[in-house]
T-cell receptor, first 114, second 113 residues
Framework: RKEVEQDPGPFNVPEGATVAFNCTYS??????FFWYRQDCRKEPKLLMS???SGNEDGRFTAQLNRASQYISLLIRDSKLSDSATYLC???????????????FGQGTILTVHP | EPEVTQTPSHQVTQMGQEVILRCVPI?????FYWYRQILGQKVEFLVS????????KSEIFDDQFSVERPDGSNFTLKIRSTKLEDSAMYFC???????????FGPGTRLTVT
């Protein structure tokens, strides 16, 4: 089983649509969870951290289910500028320290069209 | 907003040559990382560095790779004898103590011919 597995996509949606991405992770000791976005040939940019209680940032909502080892990202009212690759990222810093390697999923490509 | 910077943006080198990739972390960040991304593949962890020593390294980070922070500002990745398969984007990332969030630089595209 892959360490971090995402919907392969690609997702092609019209402006204004709601789109959801799913991700599962294999290491139950994982402590920190993130969604990054990556534009073509650019660096990953932190979109949001994901907390057990779920969290929202404007049009973006992230959820974490530790029991199922499942993470999701919901984008409402999609904009053209949301077109990017969305990366599910996990940090298994089981030692309790904040630092530790990030493990990335393959990414899901989103294209928002007019 | 403070950013991680990396130089050069693109490096072309011949197989067997040594390359040094440079990163300037965000000023109050103390945890440093190198990742790489081969074209079309996922981002992969190489090494983490804290308090002037390696904290963790991956299987990719073999004896050909080394990291250091020579002057308290730059954080460098050296590849001693490059191979064709080292061609990739190399990203530096840094993290503030206690933040759990890593911020990435714009990357160096390394092309080995």
């Amino acid at each position: 089983r892959k360490e971090v597995e995402q919907d392969p996509g690609p997702f092609n949606v019209p402006e204004g649509a709601t789109v959801a991405f799913n991700c599962t992770y294999s290491n139950s000791a994982s402590q920190s969870f993130f969604w990054y976005r990556q534009d073509c040939r650019k660096e990953p940019k932190l979109l949001m951290s994901v907390y057990s209680s779920g969290n929202e940032d404007g049009r973006f909502t992230a959820q974490l289910n530790r029991a199922s080892q499942y993470i999701s990202l919901l984008i409402r009212d999609s904009k053209l500028s949301d077109s990017a690759t969305y990366l599910c990222v996990v940090n298994a810093n089981a030692g309790g320290t904040s630092y530790g390697k990030l493990t990335f999923g393959q990414g899901t490509i989103l294209t928002v069209h007019p | 907003e403070p950013e991680v910077t990396q130089t050069p943006s693109h490096q072309v080198t011949q197989m067997g040559q040594e390359v040094i990739l440079r990163c300037v972390p965000i000023s109050n960040h103390l945890y440093f990382y190198w990742y790489r991304q081969i074209l079309g593949q996922k981002v992969e962890f190489l090494v983490s560095f804290y308090n002037n020593e390696i904290s963790e390294k991956s299987e990719i980070f073999d004896d050909q790779f080394s990291v250091e922070r020579p002057d308290g500002s730059n954080f460098t990745l050296k590849i001693r004898s490059t191979k064709l398969e080292d061609s990739a984007m190399y990203f530096c990332a840094t993290e503030m103590v206690g933040s759990y969030e890593q911020y990435f630089g714009p990357g160096t595209r390394l092309t080995v011919t």
